[in-house]
């Protein structure tokens, strides 16, 4: 159980427009403030300006970011997060902020973790950390992104990319997925979980979901998902089924697939599982259980089937994530 620390760059020479302004709070919000009833480690986040002096950057609405950190915070950083980068090196080719490219393979070499978010990753692939890689970005930039960066594979169709060291996100709310996602890594689901839950977002979105969520779905679809989907969640030891869901939600299993994946960006089976691995990962952390016995409450059944599932998608067996995050919540 590591949280580290956490060197937040601000690109933008001259301004930080809106949109920029939202994710680069989402680095602040999600890592910046101590939970110490979740985690006695949390981490210890700098914001490392790329301009002289340490005022990095005019918003739109005259707000001032004042930091003492310039590109030299990032050394020793163990991860790095680059929130966007200014408009013209998107639209006009213009060059990256002196040093920032540099700055950015010197941490990746010393072992930091890179991270970007929405446009972020155009910073990344000009100092080549991309290269050979799968990378997402926000999909109004990932033509851009992939036609200047042809070694890098833009995938446009994903919330979030996570390949290790160097993890990529789409714009915006995608970013906080993305956050969430390194606190899951970082101190397990059930600190995720609460933080996701303080914050009032969901606590898991896959990064294998959908961009594009269709949002046309009349209300009267989205009002009759909610109590089944709650109601699946309460009895996920049982064996669900897209039958048994679509009966409860008093559609045909065709129509219910259709409003769930308009919804979530994800089929119904997909969206099972996800639950269920979630289930396992809070009984692991919260409960000393027995892996036999997560498996029959998460619904996974067996113990064997509970490690084939958590090797595919977790990348680790679930008695090392135990190890690794066990922390029995106070009552």
Not at 173 to 186: E, M, N, P, Q, S
Not at 237 to 255: F, G, H, I, K, Q
Request: with cysteine.
């Amino acid at each position: 159980m590591r949280a580290g620390s956490v060197a937040v760059v601000v690109a933008d020479e001259i301004r930080v427009p809106s949109w920029d302004l939202y994710e680069l709070s989402i680095p602040f919000t999600v890592f910046g403030k101590p939970q110490p009833d979740l985690s006695d480690h949390w981490y210890d986040l700098r914001l490392c300006a790329t301009r002289e002096p340490r005022q990095a950057a005019m918003g739109e609405s005259g707000i001032s970011l004042r930091t003492p950190y310039g590109l030299e915070g990032l050394a020793g950083a163990d991860t790095v997060v680059v929130t966007s980068v200014p408009d013209a090196c998107i639209d006009e080719g213009a060059p990256l902020p002196a040093g920032l490219a540099d700055a950015l393979r010197a941490a990746h070499a010393e072992g930091a973790r890179m991270v970007s978010l929405c446009t972020g990753a155009f910073a990344l692939a000009e100092a080549g950390l991309l290269d050979g890689r799968r990378a997402t970005a926000h999909w109004m930039h990932t033509a851009q992104l992939a036609a200047r960066y042809p070694d890098v594979t833009v995938d446009d169709s994903v919330l979030y990319v996570d390949d290790g060291d160097v993890l990529t996100s789409a714009g915006l709310t995608a970013g906080l997925d993305l956050c969430l996602h390194l606190v899951r890594r970082d101190l397990g689901a059930h600190v995720a979980n609460q933080l996701a839950r303080r914050m009032v977002v969901p606590a898991h979105r896959p990064g294998g979901q959908a961009q594009f969520i269709d949002l046309s779905v009349p209300e009267t679809d989205d009002t009759g998902l909610g109590p089944v989907l709650e109601w699946a969640r309460a009895h996920l030891d049982r064996p669900l089924t897209v039958d048994d869901l679509a009966r409860r939600a008093a559609t045909s299993p065709r129509t219910f697939y259709r409003r769930l994946h308009a919804a979530t960006g994800t089929t119904p089976l997909r969206w099972l599982l996800n639950q269920r691995l979630a289930r396992a990962q809070t009984l692991l952390e919260t409960t000393d259980l027995p892996v036999e016995r997560v498996g029959e409450l998460s619904g996974l059944g067996t113990a064997n089937n509970l490690r084939h599932h958590f090797l595919k998608h977790v990348g680790v067996s679930p008695a090392d994530y135990r190890r690794s995050f066990f922390s029995r919540p106070a009552a």
